[in-house]
């Protein structure tokens, strides 16, 4: 059902391909790094279909909704394909749990891995099929690597709520100040942490590059073993912590971001290495 929606929705969405402008820093530095690790076939193969570098198309998923969402039925399925769901189910070991997905709101998980399925069946597919698949799986890899985007199921505020006609925020979305401006828990790691942290780097993706992409192939290679499910189960115990240690309203500032830094440099590596792992998977 899932691979038949992709592919219906491929050639409505390849029109306006051009059209938008692409946001997201970390998400294309991510695909930046991933890019440099692509073998020769995958580097040629998704540059064919993109019409560029995968880093060029790594925010389409974050950007293509807020023009489509009204005009092709089914996009509005991918709303929740930017966040894992898990459950506890141990002192700090987690399941992935199909809560949300069952609730009508979909998951990343396991939308994932049927675009990666649909991708390693490339030849099998129309062009825009395999375009549609592949800005999935790019931006998708970074998101189940971001640390505000795991779901915690034991958590009350998991899913967004009324009580007593008051609105109660989900758990990433809870309010903090960064540097004593209101803004969000969710905010201070998708938007901020990594510049923050490396502020002399600016914008520069090239200096950023070569200060984080510094993994042994060794160590390359053990972050890319394992599968989707294991990485996501592996993410949601690593960053979990972040979540215990924080209250609404806390305030946050530059120190807190350095002092985890190493989650932020961890996963931003993980997502780009295992990024392309996949693509390299598929394409061979
Ligand atoms: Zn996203």
Redesign the pocket.
């Known amino acids: 059902m899932k691979k038949l929606f992709l592919v219906l929705v491929a050639s409505s969405l390849l029109c306006v391909q051009e059209a938008v402008a692409w946001g997201?820093w970390a998400?294309k530095l991510i695909a930046i790094i991933a890019e440099s690790h692509l073998t020769p076939e995958a580097k040629a193969l998704t540059e064919k279909y993109l019409g560029s570098p995968i880093y060029n198309h790594a925010?389409w998923?974050?950007e293509v909704p807020v023009w489509k969402k009204n005009h092709i039925p089914g996009w509005e399925q991918t709303s929740w394909?930017?966040?894992c769901t898990v459950d506890k189910v141990g002192k700090n070991r987690f399941a992935l749990s199909d809560k949300r997905a069952s609730s009508g709101d979909g998951d990343l998980y396991p939308n994932l891995v049927q675009c990666v399925d649909n991708l390693k069946n490339y030849r099998n597919l129309t062009d825009s099929a395999v375009v549609v698949n592949l800005k999935c799986v790019v931006?998708?890899v970074?998101?189940m690597h971001?640390p505000s985007?795991i779901f915690y199921t034991e958590f009350e505020d998991c899913f967004p709520r009324k009580i007593n006609g008051k609105k109660y925020r989900r758990h990433d979305q809870m309010y903090v100040y960064y540097n004593g401006k209101k803004t969000t828990n969710h905010r201070v790691w998708d938007g901020l942490s990594i510049k923050e942290i490396w502020p002399e780097y600016g914008s520069d993706y090239e200096k950023f590059c070569k200060a984080l992409d510094t993994a042994s192939p060794r160590k390359r290679a053990k972050m890319c073993k394992g599968t989707i499910e294991e990485w996501v189960l592996q993410n949601a115990k690593d960053i979990r912590y972040i979540y215990d240690d924080i209250t609404p309203n806390c305030k946050l500032d530059r120190q807190y971001l350095l002092d985890n830094q190493k989650l932020s440099k961890q996963q931003c590596l993980r997502a780009s290495y295992r990024l392309a792992h996949i693509l390299n998977e598929c394409f061979k």
Do not use: E, F, Q
Request: charged share 15%; hydrophobic share 30%; with cysteine.
């Open positions: 997201g998400h925010s998923m974050d394909w930017h966040m931006h998708m970074g998101d971001c985007h």
